[in-house]
């Protein structure tokens, strides 16, 4: 949730690192309308075992317990984490960068690039994530209805596809201002519906329902996608996922380019550090996380 909330770190790609992506994809994409028909029939005792099973298959208390760190990790440390990229934008775009180069280095142990077509889809996701981060693709636009739907569906695909920002894809559509203030704007209407008037909360509410709407139908149909392709080209799907990571450090590098006036021993410091903090980081979460069981 806290990698979700920012431009230019992928969801997917944490839950690459931590080891439960496949199973994030599998859970996806067994949730199906058969498995909320279930849930049909709960007023009786034979139902409500029924319903049980039927959400066990599902993995449901898998994607409940993810989706409740998801959204309670973006809720409260949102906040902070604008403050870091706002205020201090260099040592935390060198911390992402060191984040996700590491995270590219741990899962291409994983991967096998030795055929002229697995090259070629390396080629293929970085370019795509390359092209994908360009700074200079993101610019205001209105804000409608349809807008917020479609921005919905494009940016949940962060939890689907490794190195590709949902936040970023929101700052090149022009909408992450907006979307970004959704959270703190329901949790003012709640507070101003609770004393009496109701039409804030309805006015934020509208707008909250619709990208959430274009998220899950985003979500659900990468995922679909991701498993058929895991399914049947498993070598050759890593291989593009790693790229994408790969790809997606393009970002990082210019925000710190950006954000450093000229290279001398302290800014060599105050990048350095964070990046190799950052690599650190997922180097020692890979080997304490390595022979859990998910």
Known sequence: ?????????????????????????????????????????????????????????????????????VLSAAATIATGMNIAVTQYPAPTYAFFF?????????LFRYVRVRTPRRVLVALLGFTL??????????????????????????????????????????LVMGQYEYVSGIPRAVVDGIITA?????????????????FTAGAFLGLFSVAYAVRAALARYRQGTLVFLVSLMVGALRLPVNEVAQN???????????????????GVAVFLLDRYTDELQY
């Open 129 to 170: 994530a390359f092209v994908v981060t360009d700074p200079s693709l993101s610019g205001a636009r209105e804000t409608t209805l349809p807008m917020l739907f479609f921005a919905g569906a494009i940016a949940i695909s962060a939890m689907v596809l490794p190195g590709i920002s949902g936040a970023f894809l929101l």
């Open 260 to 278: 450093v006036a000229a290279v001398t021993p302290d800014t060599v410091a105050v990048v350095g550090i964070p990046a190799v903090v950052g």
């Open 194 to 210: 609770f004393r009496g008037n109701s039409e804030p909360l309805v006015d934020v509410l509208v707008p909250f329902v619709v």
């Open 1 to 69: 949730g806290a990698a979700d909330t920012v431009p230019g770190v992928s969801g997917g790609t944490i839950a690459l690192v931590v080891g439960v992506y496949e199973r994030l994809i599998t859970a996806l994409t067994a949730l199906g309308p058969d498995t909320l028909w279930q849930l049909r029939s709960i007023h009786t005792p034979e139902g409500r075992a029924q319903a049980v099973t039927a959400l066990l298959r599902a993995d449901v208390p898998f994607l409940f317990v993810l989706g409740a760190g």
């Open 98 to 106: 060191g984040l996700i180069a590491a995270s590219a280095v741990v």
